[in-house]
């Protein structure tokens, strides 16, 4: 099963143009800030996302089909990303988008990864 979700993911990343669905699930998803940890999974899984993998660090990734990613850390911060997309150089990366669904832009040494967005656990 592993190898088979590889082989397809590797396929999508060989077809990937240089911008990514108008508007991805991550973007879609309302403000999880204030729901419970069980809350905020079934919201996710009412828009499309799957359970995935959780680390030993705590770490729970759910995936949805467009191929957005909502990472719950360990301290409950939401970190939404969208599907990859191909940059301008050809290296593949993912936006971040902040509680509102709006893209965060990167600024190097700004801190501009933090979401704001936050579960109860």
Known sequence: ????????KMAIAQNLSHSQPMNP?????PDLTGQTL???IAIL???GFQFQTSTKG????????DGSIIHIRPNGEIVRTGPHIRG???????RRYNRDGN??????????HNTGEKVIL
Request: charged share 25%.
């Open 38 to 40: 069980s809350e905020a």
């Open 45 to 47: 899984e009412s828009y």
């Open 58 to 65: 705590g770490y729970q990734t759910f995936e949805h089909p």
């Open 25 to 29: 699930a991550a973007q879609k998803l």
């Open 103 to 112: 893209q965060i832009k990167f600024e190097p040494g700004a801190k501009t």
């Open 1 to 8: 099963m592993a190898i088979a979700r590889f082989i397809i």
């Open 88 to 94: 301008t150089e050809g290296k593949t990366y993912r």
